[in-house]
């Protein structure tokens, strides 16, 4: 039972939060499950490299009305054409949000990289916690 249970502490501007390992094939960040395997499978099939969770649901702020916040990175097999549809639709973040049950956005890793406001870039960069890597 105790190899069902993982810690990872990462550091915060404002302190310390907490990512558990709950049971097999889910993870708890603060206060929402996120089923793993099913996440897994979501990156395989849209070719994301790497999938990371950033924002309220990482921190003590995070409520039944929140949306996850997710930034990802494509790999080689990602297809941005079936990724992001007509009128700025996009289906990767519909599907997590489907199998979240809650809002999510979901953006580009090199766009936070990018952004102007090097305070919120530097503090996602810094607090992001890692959900998939190919």
């Known amino acids: 039972m105790a190899g069902d ?3 990872l502490k990462i550091r915060d501007v404002q302190g310390i939060f907490s990512v558990k390992r709950l049971k097999q094939g ?3 960040t603060s206060q929402i499950e996120l089923p793993m395997e099913k ?11 790497r999938l990371e ?4 649901a990482l921190r003590d702020d995070f409520g039944p ?6 930034m990802f990175t494509p790999g080689p097999g990602f297809q941005r054409d ?3 549809g007509p009128w700025g639709r996009d289906y ?5 949000a489907s199998m979240l049950g809650r809002e999510v956005d979901l953006i580009e890793r090199n766009r936070i990289e990018r952004m102007d ?6 503090h996602i960069l810094q607090t992001a916690a890692s959900v998939y890597v190919d």
Do not use: P, T
């Open 39 to 49: 996440i897994a499978d979501f990156c395989r099939r849209w070719g994301v490299a």
């Open 92 to 96: 990767m973040a519909e599907e997590l």
């Open 26 to 28: 889910s993870m708890l």
């Open 5 to 7: 249970f993982w810690r």
């Open 117 to 122: 406001n090097w305070i919120k870039r530097r």
């Open 82 to 84: 079936k990724a992001y």
């Open 53 to 56: 969770i950033f924002g309220s």
């Open 65 to 70: 009305h929140s949306d996850v916040d997710f």
